[in-house]
């Protein structure tokens, strides 16, 4: 499998794909203003070959704060590109069109993937695709995109979910997830007086959600939502821990970034070393790949914000570097297979 990414901070498509050649997938993000120019003008340039794109910056071992990004799988791959419409009304009425594409590149077990982007209702959207993923044994990694729009194959939609089912011919594909976060003692809070529609928490352990945040993170209350960086809230699923952001303030409650159930169990989490994260990730990722073709990655906005704070983040993309070609975007929420996490690298790999 031969890889090509390239990158333009003039935000020209021509320039981001000089020296790509023949493509059998592009992944393209780009910035907001030229995003509709953009895709079109990838169109133009490669006509018929399957491309998604969404609005991000992307990243090699150093971000692209403003520009284009493009990706390519060059060959070693069955492709097939598609869109999820309506996805805040009824994500699951086009499903049969995802089967369609998957049964399209004739999956085997352990070597397809699907890289999605997402407008938002990503939730919602990942429990339609779930019987999906375990029918086929598939992979899944993707992001909230920017701005409210997606495009694949040349065309823009908002309210829609884009993808590419990706088939490694030689060999296979995994997805990771990396936490910076651990629980901070295990305090269990059980979330009530919630609306799902408003993705709104009203209480924790029956008392006002946002006054037991700031008694348990001495956050002032101007700095609520500031100090999710440091003390986001965690939702315990068996062994593993979902981190759930906190978005703003309402009233006596707050505003998360997922969707939170009455008598869902929260705990309270706190920042861990990135450098020691990311090492381990490193390591696990070798000690199951002895060969890799690519990886591409998603790390949440705000993991980009705290790392480039701590002057971590070209260090960290360095390291993950390491691993071989290496490229992705900073989204706003991110896809592990079948959950929509916050505050989350994933990654999907390619042997």
Same mark, same amino acid.
């Given at each position: 499998?031969?890889?090509?990414?390239?990158?333009?901070?003039?935000?020209?498509?021509?320039?981001?794909?000089?020296?790509?050649?023949?493509?059998?997938?592009?992944?393209?993000?780009?910035?907001?203003?030229?995003?509709?120019?953009?895709?079109?003008?990838?169109?133009?340039?490669?006509?018929?070959?399957?491309?998604?794109?969404?609005?991000?910056? *992307?990243?090699?071992?150093?971000?692209?704060?403003?520009?284009?990004?493009?990706?390519?799988?060059?060959?070693?791959?069955?492709?097939?590109?598609?869109?999820?419409?309506?996805? !805040?009304?009824?994500?699951?009425?086009?499903?049969?069109?995802?089967? $369609?594409? =998957?049964? !399209?590149?004739?999956?085997?077990?352990?070597? /397809?993937?699907? =890289?999605?982007?997402?407008?938002?209702?990503?939730?919602?959207?990942?429990?339609?695709?779930?019987?999906?993923?375990? $029918?086929?044994?598939?992979?899944?990694?993707?992001?909230?995109?920017?701005?409210?729009?997606?495009?694949?194959?040349?065309?823009?939609?908002?309210?829609?979910?884009?993808?590419?089912?990706?088939?490694?011919?030689?060999?296979?594909?995994?997805?990771?997830?990396?936490?910076?976060?651990?629980?901070?003692?295990?305090?269990?809070? =059980?979330?009530?007086?919630?609306?799902?529609?408003?993705?709104?928490?009203?209480?924790?352990?029956?008392?006002?959600?946002?006054?037991?945040?700031?008694?348990?993170?001495?956050?002032?209350?101007?700095?609520?939502?500031?100090?999710?960086?440091?003390?986001?809230? *965690?939702?315990?699923?068996?062994?593993?821990?979902?981190?759930?952001?906190? $978005?703003?303030? !309402?009233?006596?409650?707050?505003?998360?970034?997922?969707?939170?159930?009455?008598?869902?169990?929260?705990?309270?989490?706190?920042?861990?070393?990135?450098?020691?994260?990311?090492?381990?990730?490193?390591?696990?990722?070798?000690?199951?790949?002895?060969?890799?073709?690519?990886?591409?990655?998603?790390?949440?906005?705000?993991?980009?914000?705290?790392?480039?704070?701590?002057?971590?983040?070209? /260090?960290?993309?360095?390291?993950?570097?390491?691993?071989?070609?290496?490229?992705?975007?900073? *989204?706003?929420?991110?896809?592990?297979?079948?959950?929509?996490?916050?505050?989350?690298?994933?990654?999907?790999?390619?042997?």
């Amino acid at each position: 499998m031969n890889i090509f990414y390239g990158k333009s901070a003039s935000g020209r498509v021509s320039e981001a794909v000089s020296g790509l050649g023949t493509a059998k997938l592009i992944i393209m993000t780009s910035s907001a203003d030229d995003f509709e120019e953009n895709v079109q003008a990838l169109e133009k340039l490669y006509p018929g070959v399957p491309s998604i794109a969404c609005v991000g910056m *992307g990243y090699d071992t150093a971000i692209l704060e403003k520009g284009t990004f493009v990706m390519a799988f060059k060959d070693g791959v069955s492709v097939a590109t598609g869109v999820l419409e309506k996805v !805040s009304v009824s994500p699951a009425r086009y499903i049969t069109r995802v089967e $369609k594409d =998957i049964e !399209s590149v004739r999956p085997g077990r352990e070597n /397809t993937a699907i =890289i999605d982007f997402c407008t938002g209702n990503d939730a919602a959207v990942l429990t339609t695709l779930s019987a999906l993923v375990d $029918k086929y044994n598939l992979q899944v990694m993707g992001a909230t995109g920017d701005a409210g729009k997606v495009a694949v194959n040349g065309t823009v939609y908002q309210d829609a979910m884009v993808y590419a089912v990706i088939k490694n011919e030689g060999g296979r594909v995994k997805t990771y997830k990396e936490n910076i976060y651990v629980p901070k003692d295990n305090k269990q809070l =059980i979330a009530s007086k919630t609306d799902k529609s408003k993705y709104y928490l009203g209480e924790l352990n029956g008392r006002p959600a946002k006054q037991l945040y700031m008694e348990l993170t001495g956050a002032a209350e101007n700095k609520v939502v500031d100090q999710t960086f440091k003390n986001p809230f *965690g939702k315990m699923m068996g062994d593993d821990v979902c981190i759930v952001s906190l $978005k703003d303030v !309402s009233g006596n409650g707050l505003i998360l970034y997922r969707q939170i159930n009455d008598s869902d169990i929260l705990t309270l989490l706190e920042m861990r070393d990135p450098m020691e994260i990311a090492q381990s990730t490193v390591n696990k990722i070798k000690n199951d790949f002895s060969h890799i073709s690519a990886i591409y990655s998603v790390n949440c906005i705000f993991r980009y914000l705290v790392l480039k704070d701590r002057s971590e983040l070209g /260090t960290y993309l360095s390291k993950i570097g390491t691993l071989g070609t290496s490229c992705g975007l900073v *989204g706003f929420g991110e896809h592990y297979n079948t959950q929509f996490v916050n505050q989350t690298m994933t990654c999907v790999v390619f042997e």
